[in-house]
T-cell receptor, first 113, second 113 residues
């Protein structure tokens, strides 16, 4: 699985959009980009994933560059409850792949009032 | 709320002892993955069980072992505990078709003294 690089920390004002970047320059054609987050003292929580098209769900939007070497997770209106560590992970689908998720250090997002 | 429950929530053991951690999967999920998360680090993959068979293992010694039962619940066993085994142990369940989104429990905090 490809390696990802994220900034260690970011701040965001409550109510503003939070844009979390991720670099994955060695991503393969069959690898998806996943985002999870971990709120303090809880297990990681799935947010969104995508292959090459932009994706949106009730939690966030995922923007993947055309060359797929980087992506941005967007929380459109951050709240204090969005304060967490955000992990960007790349992995392939398919029966030959275990459920192994490779977590890096992630980005600690601090949402401030 | 993911529907994945882990027990116990906290545990204190002494070096050399053995420990068993338990995980109940989300309904309909036949795959369980276990992760170890040291303080300040991202989760590290230990192993995965699919339909009661080990289906992938991370870089952990054989004293880390597991079981999955016919109802897809799972156990993680650690023998000969070492101080460095102190960590949050996370269980995640999934149904590996396509996206293989993993749903995590809140974890068991193990302290080895």
């Amino acid at each position: 699985d490809a390696k990802t690089t994220q900034p260690p920390s970011m701040d965001c004002a409550e109510g503003r959009a939070a844009n979390l970047p991720c670099n994955h320059s060695t991503i393969s054609g069959n690898e998806y980009v996943y985002w999870y987050r971990q709120i303090h003292s809880q297990g990681p929580q799935y947010i969104i994933h995508g292959l090459k098209n932009n994706e949106t769900n009730e939690m966030a939007s995922l923007i993947i560059t055309e060359d797929r070497k980087s992506s941005t997770l967007i929380l459109p209106h951050a709240t204090l409850r969005d304060t967490a560590v955000y992990y960007c992970i790349v992995r392939a689908h398919g029966s030959g792949n275990t459920g192994k998720l490779i977590f890096g250090q992630g980005t600690t997002l601090q949402v401030k009032p | 709320e993911t529907g994945v429950t882990q027990s116990p929530t906290h545990l204190i053991k002494t070096r050399g002892q053995q420990v068993t951690l338990r995980c109940s999967s989300q309904s309909g999920h036949n795959t369980v993955s276990w992760y170890q998360q040291a303080l300040g680090q991202g989760p590290q993959f230990i192993f995965q069980y699919y339909r009661e068979e080990e289906n992938g293992r991370g870089n952990f010694p054989p004293r880390f072992s597991g079981l999955q039962f016919p109802n897809y619940s799972s156990e993680l066993n650690v023998n000969a505990l070492e101080l460095d085994d102190s960590a949050l142990y996370l269980c995640a369940s999934s149904y590996p078709a396509g996206a293989d989104i993993q749903y995590f429990g809140a974890g068991t905090r193990l302290s080895v003294l």
